[in-house]
């Protein structure tokens, strides 16, 4: 059972343009919602996360967008750059479920110079 | 800080022969992950243990797989015997269980069965 969806499964940008990402969640116990960016070769790693009390959290060009009553989430990535072509998992927690995540299935973007 | 060490970092082994991947993770974190990933269904987690037990190992794909934490600073995931379908990339990812409990992921073992 997949509790979280992301969309698309790839992605391909222009330089400066701007990269979306989608995610949908169906357990509403999800409290904590963390984007993370994965290049070859390495494992994934934290790059900005957002909880349900706030509808948008910025960190450079990096922005997530939170709508609660429809369950959804969303990466924006601002003026793409081609060192930001990785593949990016949205995730969610339970409070109660300590450190566990639940990823989407990933999204690899590819930014063109 | 190292950061969560696992090794070795490739492995080809042939359909059969046991396989144990080796986690080492940050210190002083006390839940520990381990993840498949592949492409077609992205991050499974396996199990995870706190506190060096083991929490939910639900996502143990078969007995062919088993995990072992017996300190603090050590895991293992082995299986035995290996089937070409397990080849994959093996993430081990550690955390804090309470505060800020951001998942730290290694950069993975790939795992190739012939």
């Known amino acids: 059972q997949q509790q979280v969806k992301q969309s698309p499964q790839s992605l391909i940008v222009q330089k400066g343009g701007i990269s979306i990402i989608n995610c949908a969640y169906e357990n509403t116990a999800f409290d904590y919602f963390p984007w993370y960016q994965q290049f070859p070769g390495k494992g994934p790693a934290l790059l900005i996360a957002i909880r349900p009390d706030v509808s948008e959290k910025k960190e450079g060009r990096f922005t997530i967008s939170f709508n609660k009553s429809a369950k959804q989430f969303s990466l924006h990535i601002m003026d793409s750059q081609p060192g930001d072509s990785a593949t990016y998992f949205c995730?969610?927690?339970?409070?109660?479920?300590?450190?566990?995540?639940?990823f989407g299935e990933g999204t690899q973007l590819t930014v063109n110079p | 800080d190292a950061g969560v060490i696992q090794s070795p970092r490739h492995e080809v082994t042939e359909m059969g022969q046991e396989v144990t991947l080796r986690c080492k993770p940050i210190s002083g974190h006390n839940s520990l992950f381990w993840y498949r990933q592949t492409m077609m269904r992205g991050l499974e987690l396996l199990i995870y243990?706190?506190?060096?037990?083991?929490?939910?190992d639900s996502g143990m794909p078969e007995d062919r797989f088993s995990a072992k934490m017996p300190n603090a600073s050590f895991s293992t995931l082995k299986i035995q015997p290996s089937e070409p379908r397990d080849s994959a990339v093996y993430f081990c990812?550690?955390?804090?269980?309470?505060?800020?409990?951001?998942?730290?992921f290694g950069n993975g073992t790939r795992l190739t069965v012939t």
């Open positions: 243990f706190n506190n060096n037990v083991p929490i939910d």
């Open positions: 990812a550690s955390s804090l269980a309470m505060g800020v409990r951001t998942l730290h």
């Open positions: 995730a969610a927690r339970k409070e109660t479920s300590g450190s566990r995540l639940t």
